[in-house]
């Protein structure tokens, strides 16, 4: 099923793998519930999907009916509907009808419109962009505060910082390695799947990792974090939100929101999250040692200021 503007329907948005299911958020908050709905679409199963269809057409409705009103209404068991909270990341029914209202009273555009072959200049300006800032809206709404204050202790407990991503995560990697320098981290980047598994191996409770990864599943960096966690390493791992194997291996995650369509794919959609996230996570780490942070910058700048005329 396909979403636009007009039609609430989820579409299938194809998480690629499956592992570990999402973590409910420490302070026991869900949002973009709507959105994860659409996420995890495709991995839910017939029942699972037919409650889901029905919140996302539903969701003033939902709001005011029990758990037991929508198994009648679906078709289904009370303990599928919580199974399916609690694959969104709540505990249970009640936070998915919290984060509905609050949704409703705040409406999420569901405007990521795929592309036609028929689109002028003009209709594919308004689609990209339009996509791009809900991208960013359902990011935020999806990234726990709580979780990114534990990653900026580990990072700032470790002795060494590794960052692993491949393809089209080599390039958030290396962005996340130039920045961490900035601000005076010892911080290396791998993108060579060969040596990601070599230098991974080698690590030691000193170092913390940190791995990019939209799916979650992509063999090589799934690989380097779990023998970086076997060697002892503290691993913070950068994801699209869902269901994905490398969250067994991660200490902490870090969720995007980016859905893909048949002409935007992951390698488009993902990265303005990512580096969204990687921009907080800088911040909150040169914030984390201020002044160590601005006199870093500033030697830093003057260096790079020699390179231009």
Same mark, same amino acid.
């Given at each position: 099923?396909?979403?636009?503007?007009?039609?609430?329907?989820?579409?299938?948005?194809?998480?690629?793998?499956?592992?570990?299911?999402?973590?409910?958020?420490?302070?026991?908050?869900?949002?973009?519930?709507?959105?994860?709905?659409?996420?995890?679409?495709?991995?839910?199963?017939?029942?699972?999907?037919?409650?889901?269809?029905?919140?996302?057409?539903?969701?003033?409705?939902?709001?005011?009916?029990?758990?037991?009103?929508?198994?009648?209404?679906?078709?289904?068991?009370?303990?599928?509907?919580?199974?399916?909270?609690?694959?969104?990341?709540?505990?249970?029914?009640?936070?998915?009808?919290?984060?509905?209202?609050?949704?409703?009273?705040?409406?999420?555009?569901?405007?990521?419109?795929?592309?036609?072959?028929?689109?002028?200049?003009?209709?594919?300006?308004?689609?990209?962009?339009?996509?791009?800032?809900?991208?960013?809206?359902?990011?935020?709404?999806?990234?726990?505060?709580?979780?990114?204050?534990?990653?900026?202790?580990?990072?700032?407990?470790?002795?060494? #910082?590794?960052?692993?991503? !491949?393809?089209?995560? @080599?390039?958030?990697?290396? /962005?996340?390695?130039? &920045?961490? +320098? =900035?601000?005076?981290?010892?911080?290396?980047?791998?993108?060579?799947?060969?040596?990601?598994?070599?230098?991974?191996?080698?690590?030691?409770?000193?170092?913390?990792?940190?791995?990019?990864?939209?799916?979650?599943?992509?063999?090589?960096?799934?690989?380097?974090?779990?023998?970086?966690?076997?060697?002892?390493?503290?691993?913070?791992?950068?994801?699209?939100?869902?269901?994905?194997?490398?969250?067994?291996?991660?200490?902490?995650?870090?969720?995007?929101?980016?859905?893909?369509?048949?002409?935007?794919?992951?390698?488009?959609?993902?990265?303005?999250?990512?580096?969204? #996230?990687?921009?907080?996570? !800088?911040?909150?780490? @040169?914030?984390?040692?201020? /002044?160590?942070?601005? &006199?870093? +910058? =500033?030697?830093?700048?003057?260096?790079?200021?020699?390179?231009?005329?």
């Amino acid at each position: 099923m396909k979403r636009n503007s007009s039609n609430s329907t989820p579409r299938s948005a194809s998480p690629k793998a499956t592992g570990m299911p999402p973590p409910v958020l420490p302070d026991g908050q869900v949002s973009a519930v709507l959105a994860r709905i659409e996420t995890l679409w495709s991995s839910l199963g017939p029942v699972g999907q037919r409650i889901a269809d029905f919140i996302v057409k539903n969701p003033r409705e939902v709001v005011h009916m029990s758990v037991s009103e929508v198994a009648e209404r679906t078709g289904s068991s009370e303990g599928s509907i919580v199974g399916l909270c609690k694959n969104l990341g709540a505990t249970g029914f009640q936070q998915i009808k919290i984060a509905l209202a609050q949704e409703i009273v705040q409406p999420v555009q569901f405007i990521h419109e795929d592309l036609d072959p028929q689109d002028k200049a003009e209709a594919v300006i308004r689609k990209i962009f339009q996509s791009n800032v809900q991208t960013l809206r359902d990011t935020q709404a999806t990234l726990d505060a709580k979780a990114m204050e534990r990653a900026v202790k580990l990072f700032r407990a470790a002795g060494r #910082i590794e960052i692993y991503g !491949i393809g089209s995560s @080599a390039t958030i990697a290396e /962005d996340a390695h130039y &920045r961490m +320098l =900035r601000i005076g981290l010892n911080a290396k980047v791998v993108v060579d799947s060969h040596v990601q598994a070599i230098s991974a191996s080698l690590t030691d409770p000193k170092v913390a990792v940190l791995t990019i990864s939209h799916s979650g599943s992509t063999h090589e960096t799934v690989l380097a974090t779990r023998l970086a966690k076997e060697a002892g390493a503290s691993t913070v791992c950068i994801t699209n939100f869902g269901k994905s194997p490398i969250q067994s291996f991660a200490d902490v995650v870090l969720f995007t929101m980016a859905r893909e369509t048949s002409f935007r794919t992951e390698a488009m959609t993902s990265r303005l999250a990512q580096l969204a #996230i990687i921009d907080v996570l !800088i911040a909150c780490l @040169a914030l984390s040692d201020y /002044d160590t942070s601005v &006199r870093t +910058l =500033r030697q830093t700048f003057d260096v790079l200021s020699l390179k231009r005329y």
